[in-house]
């Protein structure tokens, strides 16, 4: 046994006997896997052995082999069904436990194709574009070996957000290079037009794929965006309705509410000023002159926020959508010219290591979201997906957070529902939930957190500012979010009806109950 042990996991009777592999299968000393491949592992599933080990056996089974069409396009990766696609000149399948290996024979690997461990390569992307022109279909439960026609321009679609139209452009210099060396020509006769489609250059192709048709229109947008958006929109339909309805948005109650909207809204993108400088720079005009844009965009989101008309207004078409976003970004960033107030981005932008939408792609993004959000019935609904539509595509260079709650407050105010505010100890568990929702795609993190903040906000009577200020203080509002986290402090509710009482703790806002989904609306 200890020759056998300095083996590889996995190995071909090329590394050692068949006769001497035999014997120690029965005595259990190896385990078979297929016709001439053992592995020394016992214990776990041959399924987890193979895919451990799957370029080695791959190797051992089709040396210098091309993993090549669908799999080509999955990084490498077998399809849902365990198919590996590869290119070499044996062309029967080997079918292991949990994988099936499907060679065909054409070309071997070329210098632009990708090294992979144990002598393997990967198509390159032209090559791996190439390949999928040609059809194929699936037999039964297996995947086909290339690309559908809609797969195919949803890649075109990947790649030209990926790289640009220069990128694109280069790539597509490339795959007309390649083709008659790999006798592709026939291929490069349908890909090169279809490139020239995603380029918009040729108007004259029939596209398969909802991408390219939008593009073709003038309106490409972000597939994986489309698909979150799907995702809140799901829930958002199951979700009982949360009605907090406010009566008389003049009442003297709602006084000062618009100011604090304003200042913790702010807070949230890094702009902090005590409260009572923020009140003067606000009320009395008292403009620091070490500050002065920051506090124009106090200034700015107050005007929008405490705006009951402009607050009342809603958009009833994409077209419309657009319009007031950037209107309303025009005033919210009035005092910063620099960061082009009103206008789309044009470069990239990202949190951390998360991209939004690119740029090129903003405004068929926003239509299509659109969709999903016009079809929502309920104010709270509405709010809550207007909210993260806005924040998720990330149109503008600066000013996102705000547009999209001040997108969201409209929402409830043209209802005559309770707006929220989030308070700067709440400042990570709104981050965190959007973030939970675009990384996981995750809902109920976000619709608990605004459905707490919510809450929050309709128990504090904001007609006095001073009384308001106490309560906020009281209830942890002015909390630095990091100090707080650390120390266990979260934001809590008061009372209602009850001011005399000790302030009720209600945990984890994250966790807290809210409305159960339903079967419908």
Avoid at 139 to 158: G, H, M, N, V
Avoid at 326 to 354: C, M, T, W, Y
Avoid at 373 to 402: C, K, T, W
Avoid at 406 to 427: C, D, G, H, K, W
Wanted: glycine share 6%; with cysteine; proline share 8%.
């Amino acid at each position: 046994m200890s020759a056998l042990s300095q083996l590889p996991e996995v190995f071909t009777t090329a590394a050692v006997p068949r006769s001497t592999a035999s014997d120690a299968v029965a005595r259990g000393e190896l385990r078979r896997l297929a016709r001439g491949l053992y592995t020394r592992n016992l214990t776990d599933p041959p399924e987890q052995v193979i895919r451990r080990n799957v370029y080695d056996v791959v190797a051992s089974l089709y040396p210098a082999a091309v993993i090549a069409d669908r799999s080509a396009r999955l990084g490498g990766r077998p399809t849902d069904d365990g198919s590996l696609f590869l290119v070499h000149d044996r062309a029967a399948d080997a079918v292991l436990p949990g994988l099936t290996l499907r060679p065909r024979r054409g070309p071997a690997a070329r210098d632009s194709d990708l090294p992979l461990p144990a002598g393997l390569h990967m198509s390159s992307v032209p090559r791996g574009l190439l390949e999928n022109v040609t059809l194929s279909r699936g037999r039964k439960d297996r995947a086909p070996r290339t690309l559908t026609r809609p797969e195919l321009e949803e890649w075109l679609e990947s790649l030209i957000e990926q790289r640009g139209e220069d990128g694109f452009g280069a790539l597509r210099d490339q795959v007309r290079t390649l083709a008659p060396q790999l006798g592709l020509e026939s291929e490069l006769a349908v890909l090169d037009p279809l490139m020239g489609a995603v380029l918009g250059t040729r108007r004259d192709v029939h596209a398969a794929s909802g991408l390219l048709r939008a593009r073709q229109h003038g309106n490409p947008y972000d597939p994986r965006r489309l698909e979150l958006f799907e995702t809140l929109y799901n829930a958002l339909d199951r979700l009982a309705p949360v009605e907090r309805p406010v009566p008389d948005l003049a009442a003297a109650r709602y006084r000062f509410l618009p100011f604090f909207e304003a200042y913790f809204s702010n807070f949230i993108e890094g702009t902090e000023f005590d409260v009572e400088e923020a009140r003067q720079i606000v009320f009395d005009n008292v403009i620091p002159p070490a500050r002065s844009e920051d506090a124009h965009d106090v200034t700015g989101t107050y005007r929008l926020v405490s705006d009951r008309h402009e607050m009342a207004r809603l958009p009833g078409t994409s077209t419309e959508l657009i319009a007031l976003l950037k209107a309303r970004h025009r005033v919210l960033l009035e005092g910063r010219p620099d960061k082009q107030p009103g206008v789309f981005k044009e470069e990239p932008n990202r949190v951390g290591n998360i991209p939004f939408v690119a740029p090129a792609l903003v405004e068929g993004t926003l239509r299509e979201g659109f969709s999903f959000y016009r079809r929502l019935a309920y104010p709270f609904a509405r709010a809550v997906f207007q909210m993260f539509l806005v924040s998720e595509v990330h149109p503008f260079n600066d000013g996102n957070g705000r547009v999209a709650r001040v997108m969201m407050n409209a929402e409830l105010v043209a209802a005559s529902q309770q707006r929220l505010i989030i308070p700067q100890v709440y400042r990570s568990n709104y981050l965190m939930s959007l973030r939970v929702l675009t990384v996981n795609s995750r809902c109920e993190p976000l619709l608990r957190t605004l459905d707490f903040a919510q809450r929050y906000t309709s128990a504090i009577d904001f007609s006095d500012f001073e009384a308001a200020r106490a309560t906020l203080e009281q209830t942890n509002a002015f909390a630095d979010p990091v100090e707080a986290d650390a120390a266990g402090v979260r934001l809590v509710l008061p009372t209602p009806n009850l001011a005399d009482e000790p302030w009720q703790i209600v945990g984890d806002p994250v966790e807290h109950h809210m409305a159960k989904p339903t079967g419908g609306k």
